[in-house]
């Protein structure tokens, strides 16, 4: 007889852990459970099922060579037996039983494990608002109502939409209707700026110019306070500032961990709900494991506890937990929150901590952000990346590291990931160090990067930061003074690009306030244009004539002057709204 | 009075050194010595100029803010002074003084020095063959060079070239020649495939496909003996097995460090005549450092010393070397030669030891091949990654990564710069171990990877070999069988996709030689098809339903299968001569 093992979840970490345990013990009698009747698909690709990248649901849920991961498959070609609209109800520990119901027949029974597999995942999160339910309201959480979704879409009944929710799924259906289906559509944050979870304010404000500049509007600091109604059926929404009307709306607020079946059997819960596992992936019951967005794993770099909910993780998770209930040793560490999204021409990611995080984890956090090339300058495929670190002042550790850079390359990709492994580094509490970075050796050719890469790029302007060379303002506080026309008389912006650039800033703002301190002669200049009495802000087009100035400026005493990360590269990225006329 | 630095040499370690010690202490009074007229330029870029990516040499020389950077440039924006067409002949350490000498007037004059830096760098190996100095042979390591031959292309004066040496520079030189120009191209290589140093042989044979299927003639195993000449002017390229005509020839057979001013001086060199520095890039006199391609570091898996003349490189120990002249204190721990290449629609690349150099080094190394997708198999843009991971048996380190993937996005780079990151832990002779990887939490959205990432199954799969779940073969083992027409009566393929694709193979290769054996039914198929006395080797489309068919196999006593790796997908990039008619 081969180890009994049942599985509650079927979508990602539930299926990787039954194929895992299947392989390393061929005679094992695994049973998989799910409440749906579609198993083991690529949940992040529903979005891009919609937007009609992925033509056939089917697609989703087939392997890499082409076979449908159904019922048929897993039982033929896994040995996996699973039961599909079964919903399981409750965890009898003594007996190792699971008691579960047949959605379809409404029959119960009860399955013996000598191992148990939590991989029940999340749920998303109702907003407590009249007329979540209307039946044209959906959350994206399930395959099922994707294909709802893109059915109406295909029905023509769709002309505006309506999204709730700033993140990946908010953002990317948000894409899936305007881009290809032509639907007007309304996204509405109730944070002050998109992914507020993920990145800061600048990375945020970046992706939502992205989708304005597509058509997209975008309201932030909006909740919605009401589904307004009508025969049942959602015809706007309420938000504090405006009525949207729509005909259909996509509510991604978030999710919650589905940790019932766990905290009704005893089984110990974090703070937020995740099941608490050690590194094995066991729960406080050692014959139970839990996998996927229900457990909670611990940040590598804040130490904190938290749920995540990727498939990605899951899929991870899923096979450490496989691993040991296969009787075999496996450990997972912890996470660091990886993320990426892309939407139109502009991809957006982090890994660590934001600047927020940072603080809240009572770290003592700075960052740098930098405006650069994502390969060589005089590739012509090279595009611009603006990317964050985030390191702590004390102890010079590599906190987190957030950007933005182009949607149909994997040049932001490689950075995140480059500084992941980094921050990975020896385990929970770990990690490197800025000056680590610097060297990170990075593969060099033209087509693919720089001689000083992206990521050496920022960690020297970390470093140079840290040592007392610069100081970079922070870039919303630029903005909210440019977009106010630079008000404080205290305040002169200097601009070291050459004449040609800095002319129409000098014509905008006047010549006293924005001054012509031309790098190319920097240290010829007369420094009688300066005012040593008043702040002096660096500014340049992307950010690396500002410091050199900077550095020639120290020894005449200027050691107030602050730098404008990223310069006009990026400042004009984050807002256009205080440019010169025709840069507008 | 500032510090008093001179520096010899002006291309890339050089001017980083020298811009980074300007700002980290204003009044340093540097010189900048270099032999050439043209300095601080991207030494990478030079084929793609000669190709016309690049439409002007002077973007190669420019910042990214588009200002060239020449002696005026250095002296004006950075205060720094230079003399270009200026020879170093000595150093007389006990005065501090460097003498140079002025090519152009032919005068000597004494530099007087508080801090000297080498960044002598390196000049091509020159073949010891008849002909090499002919006037159309060049060696392509200064962009005068390039300028040259592109000068002769641009007057038509190229129809056929001969290009000696199958690293970086020759095939990106073939390409430049044989794309944009319509040369006819002939590279040869004198190692048994390209790439000798950087790659095994499999992705030694996917880039020389790659170069054939372009139109350029690629020969291994071949040694220049000769280069025929005619009024000086080489005319053809005679090797051990043929003569090829030719109206240029590139002679890019690598380096030889610029040691000679150092050697003189009396400091320490290395074995292979690198320059020993310490980690501070400091040499056995700490008054003067060196950097970049003449200087020796540490390899970070192997703990040997070595040089290696990358640009890169240069730029970050070039960095290092400046925060230490500075005052200041700063540490180069070491590379792992992270390396890639772009021909055509292929890059290929590595970082860490190959297997050959890992054996060397003393490991005991073992290595898997993945064909995998660079993002999610549903996504339109999805390409297919080979890659291959070296690991040590005995400690389950990562030794190395090597593969080959798309030309046209940088799904390769991010896979060697994650692996990079790990391998370069802890610093020299530290690193991570396979399991490190398998949780690398690599940022995943479906545009840009996989729920599983293709680092993360080349992992899984070192890992699954490691514990004796598989046994891959070697890929150029099974491709020599498979040219021979498997003539081994005790060896069967077992071939597990579907029939309609194995179909052709059992035509070909007859029934009892590649048996069909269908996945999909894997667990019901009778196992009488298999014949336990013989060599089995599992195949499919690209590895991981033959790794399932493993295990399933595993429990009824077949233990000595082994499994090909990468299934049809690699082992056809590998070759097409054995596969069935209508697929070559």
Redesign the interface.
């Known amino acids: 007889m081969g180890l009994k093992v049942v599985i509650v979840g079927a979508v ?1 970490a539930g299926p ?1 852990a039954a ?1 895992h345990i ?3 013990l ?2 094992a009698e695994i049973t998989m459970v799910d409440e749906d009747s579609l198993i083991s698909y ?1 949940g ?2 529903i979005p ?1 099922f919609v937007a009609g ?2 033509a056939d649901e089917k ?2 849920r ?4 082409h ?1 449908v991961r159904d019922i048929d ?1 897993f039982e ?4 996996i037996k699973t039961m599909t609209e079964t919903s399981a109800l409750s965890i009898d520990r003594k007996n190792k039983t699971v008691r579960v119901k047949s959605l379809k027949t409404g029959e119960e029974s009860d399955l013996a494990y000598d191992k148990l597999l939590l991989a029940t995942g999340s749920r998303p999160f109702k907003l407590p608002i009249p007329g979540i339910d209307a039946e044209n309201v959906f959350a994206i959480s399930t395959l099922t109502s994707g294909i709802k979704v893109k059915d109406l879409l295909i029905a023509n009944k769709v002309g505006t939409a309506v999204v709730i929710g700033g993140g ?1 799924i908010g953002v990317e259906m948000a894409e899936a209707f305007s881009d290809l289906w032509g639907v007007e559509t309304t996204l509405i944050e109730f944070a002050p700026h998109l992914f507020p979870g993920a990145v800061d304010e600048p990375c945020g404000n970046i992706m939502a110019d992205c989708l304005r500049r597509n058509g997209v509007d975008v309201y932030v600091n909006e909740g919605a306070q009401e589904i307004i109604c009508k025969d049942g059926k959602a015809v706007a929404v309420k938000t504090n500032n405006r009525e949207i009307p729509c005909d259909l709306v996509i509510a991604a607020t978030g999710v919650r961990v589905r940790n019932e079946l766990a905290v009704a059997a005893g089984l110990q819960v974090g703070l937020r709900g995740g099941i608490t596992v050690n590194s094995r992936m066991q729960t406080s019951d050692p014959n139970i494991y839990a996998a996927g967005d229900c457990s909670e794993i611990v940040h590598m770099v804040s130490g904190e506890r938290m749920t995540i909910p ?7 998770e899923g ?2 937990a496989g691993t040991n209930i296969a009787g ?1 040793n ?4 912890g ?2 929150g ?5 939407a139109y021409d502009t ?1 957006m ?1 982090s ?1 660590g901590l934001t600047m927020r995080a940072a603080r809240m984890a009572g770290f003592d956090p700075a960052c740098v952000w930098i405006s650069t ?2 390969r ?5 495929t090279h595009a611009a990346l603006y990317l964050c670190l985030v390191y702590d002042k004390r102890t010079r550790k590599v906190l987190g590291i957030q950007g933005t850079g182009p ?1 149909d ?3 932001l ?2 950075r ?3 500084a ?3 921050m ?3 385990g929970v509490g770990d990690g490197a160090r800025v ?1 680590d970075l ?16 992206a990521i ?1 790029n920022l960690a ?1 302007t970390a470093e ?1 930061q840290m ?1 007392g ?1 610069l100081t970079m303002m922070d870039p919303m506080e630029f903005i909210k003074m440019a977009e106010a026309g630079f008000p404080d008389p205290d305040t002169v912006i200097v601009d070291v ?1 050459t004449w040609v650039e800095v002319e129409p800033f000098v014509e905008k703002y006047g010549k006293d306030k924005w001054i012509y301190f031309p ?6 200049n007369s420094l009688d244009v300066l005012p040593k009495d008043k702040n002096i802000l660096l500014f ?3 950010g ?2 500002a ?2 100035v900077i ?2 400026l ?2 005449a005493g200027f050691n107030n002057i602050r730098f404008v990360p990223g310069g006009h590269a990026f400042m004009s990225k984050l807002s256009r709204k205080w440019l010169p006329e025709s840069q507008q």
Chains 1, 2 share one sequence.
């Open positions: 990602a990787k194929c299947m392989r390393l061929p005679d690529g992040c690709g891009y990248d992925v697609e989703l087939s392997t890499s060579f076979m498959f033929k070609a896994k040995g990946a990727l498939g990605s993780l899951a899929n991870r096979r450490v075999k496996a450990h997972f560490k996470a660091v990886s993320f990426i999204v892309k991809a990611g890994a090339g994502d060589a300058h005089f590739f012509p949607g390359s994997d040049s990709s490689v995140l990931d480059t992941m492994a980094f990975t580094q020896g000056e610097c060297n990170a050796e990075t593969a060099y050719a033209p087509p693919f990067s720089s001689a000083i890469d050496n020297f140079n040592n060379y690009r790098y190319a002669t920097s240290r010829e340049c087009s992307s690396g004539r410091y050199e550095r020639v120290a020894p």
